[in-house]
T-cell receptor, first 112, second 109 residues
Framework: KAGVTQTPRYLIKTRGQQVTLSCSPISGHRSVSWYQQTPGQGLQFLFEYFSETQRNKGNFPGRFSGRQFSNSRSEMNVSTLELGDSALYLC???????????FGQGTRLTVV | KNEVEQSPQNLTAQEGEFITINCSYSVGISALHWLQQHPGGGIVSLFMLSSGKKKHGRLIATINIQEKHSSLHITASHPRDSAVYICAVRSEGNYQLIWGAGTKLIIKP
């Protein structure tokens, strides 16, 4: 069974640009969560989707948005990138919001 | 005070030693996760616990719901166990994961 796949693995963008990250969950999983990890802040929750609906949202500005498609694949978008958005973005999938979460390898975003 | 506290923050030990990492939490939970993160970023789920004890190979995780405390033990530690170990709890209310800051473990040969 394939694991959680995040693309791309690495990304370099300049300030002011926008970026879209993709997460393909484990087959059959309907819940996808996104997290930002920075050295100073640790892991912080961005948002969670279940069956195409956003269930929860973390405390991030509106520049951070996401969506989930009918096949459970999810994308997150960050607009008007700032240097502080440089981080590892992790996606996790689970059968539902109560079940064990399985993580992807992450997308390392560098904003220059 | 953080809702999930891990200790120690950093731990260096010799190969073969018995390792204990602790996690205390202050919120009601439906489950507690232990995860491992190697340099490079990927996170691997080790255990999900809601009561008692689980064992997988040299790893043992325990949880005491009344005391709101969990421990991760590694027996016969090996340099390949070197990683950051993260405790996360799934809150009772909205089932959101709340993360500890992680414990950086280094096992020296």
């Amino acid at each position: 069974k394939a694991g959680v796949t995040q693309t791309p693995r690495y990304l370099i963008k300049t300030r002011g640009q926008q970026v879209t990250l993709s997460c393909s969950p484990i087959s059959g999983h309907r819940s996808v969560s996104w997290y930002q990890q920075t050295p100073g802040q640790g892991l912080q929750f961005l948002f969670e989707y279940f069956s195409e609906t956003q269930r929860n949202k973390g405390n991030f500005p509106g520049r951070f948005s996401g969506r989930q498609f009918s096949n459970s694949r999810s994308e997150m978008n960050v607009s008007t990138l700032e240097l502080g958005d440089s981080a590892l973005y992790l996606c996790a999938s689970s059968l539902n919001w109560r079940a064990e979460a399985f993580f992807g390898q992450g997308t390392r975003l560098t904003v220059v | 005070k953080n809702e999930v506290e891990q200790s120690p923050q950093n731990l260096t030990a010799q190969e073969g030693e018995f390792i204990t990492i602790n996690c205390s939490y202050s919120v009601g939970i439906s489950a507690l996760h232990w995860l491992q993160q190697h340099p490079g970023g990927g996170i691997v789920s080790l255990f999900m616990l809601s009561s008692g004890k689980k064992k997988h190979g040299r790893l043992i995780a325990t949880i005491n719901i009344q005391e709101k405390h969990s421990s991760l033990h590694i027996t016969a530690s090996h340099p390949r166990d070197s990683a950051v170990y993260i405790c996360a709890v799934r809150s009772e209310g909205n089932y959101q994961l709340i993360w500890g800051a992680g414990t950086k473990l280094i096992i020296k040969p």
